[in-house]
């Protein structure tokens, strides 16, 4: 090892340091070659920006900026160096108002939607020849619904109520994650879901006790980006009062009611027919009362007569 056989301590921490610079080399010359990967998440109307990475020393002569991915890749723009501004190749109807180039190494596009999402590519050229790309995944999310829960049903057994709730969101709901949170219930009763792809209502089945004081429930919509709440209150939905009777207690109220109506309809039917006989009576009674007047006036004016 030259220098190094008189100290073999010396000579194997070389070596290490001669691997490790190698290995480091090695590394470099793959990423190099298969190009760097950046991934970055927004919001629709938004911005992003691009930025490539310049190699101590280097001197840039272009970067070519294109979107697709690799069996479909599209230049947009060439930048070069000392150049005012940009070079169109394609899509400019679709990024010119939207696309800016900030200096030599960048690249920011605003007022994101989600057809801008996808592979983004920069291919830089170095003096010498050299040239390498740098890959910027975009993902462009759209801005959370504002959810909704609507109580479905509710009953109350013993002890017990039962409760379906509806979480309900306007609009798209892809890639869009439901977490339903619970304050002021046990922790066995403490139900979430995380189904992914969210359908556009996401129903929830609870049984809480009637013991327990004022629960209240959350549902949550969320993305990488943000999230959006809706609550509710379910002490005011568990009132045994509150709830329309079912079952065997409603077949035993409807026999009440009809009961009561029947009853009423024969009282009052009995009134009528009690009213209508006394006055059919009392036409013969008047009658009567007449007839006898008649008789007595008559004798005695017959006794006038013969007297």
Not at 116 to 122: I, P
């Amino acid at each position: 090892m030259g220098s190094c056989s008189g100290d073999p301590r010396l000579c194997w921490a070389t070596w290490l340091l001669r691997c490790a610079s190698l290995l480091l080399c090695a590394c470099s010359t793959v990423a190099n070659s298969s190009g760097a990967h950046v991934f970055l998440n927004r919001t629709q109307g938004g911005c992003v920006l691009f930025h490539v990475a310049r190699e101590a020393g280097a001197e840039l002569k272009e970067i070519t900026w294109g979107f697709g991915p690799d069996s479909a890749y599209t230049v947009i723009l060439r930048v070069h160096s000392g150049a005012d501004s940009p070079t169109w190749v394609s899509l400019r109807d679709k990024y010119e108002h939207r696309v800016h180039v900030p200096n030599m190494t960048s690249l920011r596009i605003d007022n994101l939607n989600p057809g801008d999402s996808g592979q983004y590519r920069a291919r830089i050229s170095l003096t010498g020849g050299k040239e390498f790309n740098m890959n910027f995944h975009l993902t462009v999310y759209a801005p959370v619904p504002l959810p909704q829960i609507r109580v479905t049903s509710s009953s109350i057994t013993p002890g017990w109520c039962n409760v379906t709730l509806e979480c309900r969101a306007q609009g798209a709901m892809e890639d869009l994650k439901v977490t339903w949170e619970s304050k002021g219930l046990p922790e066995e009763l403490e139900q979430r879901g995380t189904p992914g792809p969210a359908p556009n209502l996401w129903v929830l089945d609870l049984s809480l006790p009637l013991s327990q004081p004022n629960p209240r429930l959350t549902c949550v919509l969320s993305n990488l980006l943000d999230q959006k709440t809706a609550t509710t209150d379910l002490g005011a939905i568990c009132v045994p009062d509150s709830h329309a009777v079912t079952g065997p207690s409603l077949l035993v109220h409807v026999l009440r009611a009809v009961i009561a109506v029947l009853f009423f309809l024969g009282a009052g039917l009995c009134l009528w027919k009690t009213r209508d006989r006394k006055q059919k009576m009392e036409p013969v009674r008047g009658a009567g009362l007449h007839e006898e007047h008649r008789d007595h006036d008559g004798g005695i004016h017959w006794a006038e007569l013969s007297r």
